[in-house]
């Protein structure tokens, strides 16, 4: 069954979606229009809304195509595509954030414009090509090809990023990443704040941590390394502090892991430390400039398969590979970043130095 639905999968994407492009780009295309669209979301994602709250303010009217694809029945998605080519032949602007491979199955008109906004910062785990299932083996197509403009966080993304996805250097921008500019947003931040201890009050008068560790495995067959150890540290710790574990969707599609059902960039507001493995949430939790512990259980096993960009032991962080000893280095977390901020505000400017607040504004005035 699996390996039909990649036929079919296939034959959409090679086939179908081509001539329906061919057919409907016959039209002029439409001044002024601009699609943003998602595969992986029922709604407008997080990393497309500070973009969408922007273009709004300058007049446009920005046509939504976000859909769970997971989630679609076979009929839903084929409407879903049709839909989707139907404008995308005739648009100026297209803006996505993750792999959309839609506006991939055929070789985009040139008067259209379509822009990468990519859904993660910094560099870490290896991505698209570099890394050994991200792409489907079976995968024929140019993936990336499309693309008119990426942005990243940092100069230093650029290169990697060119090699990752194989599109030229020249094409990707370092502007900043457009979901990191709410961060900066006063507001915001106190808007989460106050819905976090609304919904979980047991958390008042602790200090909290939040666990976001990375996705493993597919969305079929997701996997989490560390829970127990973590849920023990909690144990330990629960007279001064309230642990928040934040799993991603995936795995708690499969049986819930979260104690916690807000959204995890709205935790970064209240949160005095971050526990991370290899996920890219370290470089958006930069920003606030707040210690960070790195608990990677499984990192020998997941350095040999997947492999990493940086020294991952060498960042600026404190390390645990095991449980033993996490709730000691929970509690002295705020006392190790003291010590080394200099070294740390020094790899956030490597690595987040263009995410400033003022991304999005340096994105349009770029790509517009």
């Known amino acids: 069954m699996f390996r039909i639905r990649q036929i079919i999968k296939m034959l959409l ?6 001539l329906l492009y061919a057919f409907f780009r016959c039209a002029p295309v439409r001044r002024g229009s601009i699609l943003m669209a998602d595969a992986h979301h029922e709604g407008l994602p997080f990393s ?5 709250e922007e273009l709004t303010q300058r007049g446009y009217e920005p046509e939504l195509f ?3 694809f997971g989630k679609l029945s076979f009929g839903q998605m084929v409407l879903f595509l049709i839909r989707f080519m139907r404008r995308y032949a005739t648009a100026e602007y297209v803006f996505i954030c993750d792999y959309f491979l839609p506006a991939a199955s055929c070789k985009k008109r040139r008067e259209t414009t379509l822009v990468q906004l990519w859904h993660s910062c910094g560099l870490m785990k290896k991505i698209a090509f570099d890394a050994g299932d991200d792409i489907p083996k079976g995968y ?22 060119a090699h990752a996805l194989r599109i030229p250097e020249e094409r990707i921008l370092a502007t900043g990443v457009s979901r990191t500019d709410v961060y900066f947003d006063a507001a915001w931040n106190e808007r989460c704040r106050e819905r976090f201890f609304r ?12 666990w976001a560790p990375t996705f493993r495995g597919n969305a079929a067959r997701p996997c989490l390394a560390g829970e127990q150890e973590i849920r023990d540290a909690a144990e330990a710790l629960r007279d001064d502090w309230y642990v928040v574990i934040k799993a991603h969707p995936h795995i708690d599609a499969h049986g819930r892991v979260s104690n916690c059902a807000l959204p995890t960039e709205e935790l970064f507001a209240v949160a005095d430390l971050l526990i991370t493995d290899y996920s890219s949430v370290l470089f958006d939790y930069l920003v606030y400039q707040k210690p960070v512990l790195l608990f990677a259980p499984d ?11 940086l020294d991952y ?56």
Request: glycine share 8%; charged share 20%; aromatic share 10%.
């Open 13 to 18: 994407q090679n086939v179908v979606l081509p």
């Open 48 to 52: 497309m809304q500070r973009m969408h």
């Open 66 to 68: 976000c859909a769970d």
């Open 140 to 161: 024929h197509g140019d993936m990336f090809g499309n693309y008119t403009w990426m942005t990243v966080s940092a100069q230093v993304c650029v290169p990697v990023h």
């Open 199 to 210: 919904e979980y009050p047991q958390a008042r008068g602790k200090k909290i941590a939040v």
């Open 299 to 309: 990192l020998k096993e997941y350095e040999k398969q997947r492999g990493f960009y």
């Open 313 to 368: 032991r060498q960042l600026p962080f404190p390390l645990a590979e095991d449980g033993a000893g996490l709730a000691e280095a929970v509690a002295g977390c705020a006392e190790r970043y003291l010590a080394g901020q200099a070294e740390i505000a020094a790899f956030r400017e490597m690595y987040i130095g263009a995410c400033d607040g003022h991304a999005t504004e340096r994105i349009l005035n770029a790509v517009l």
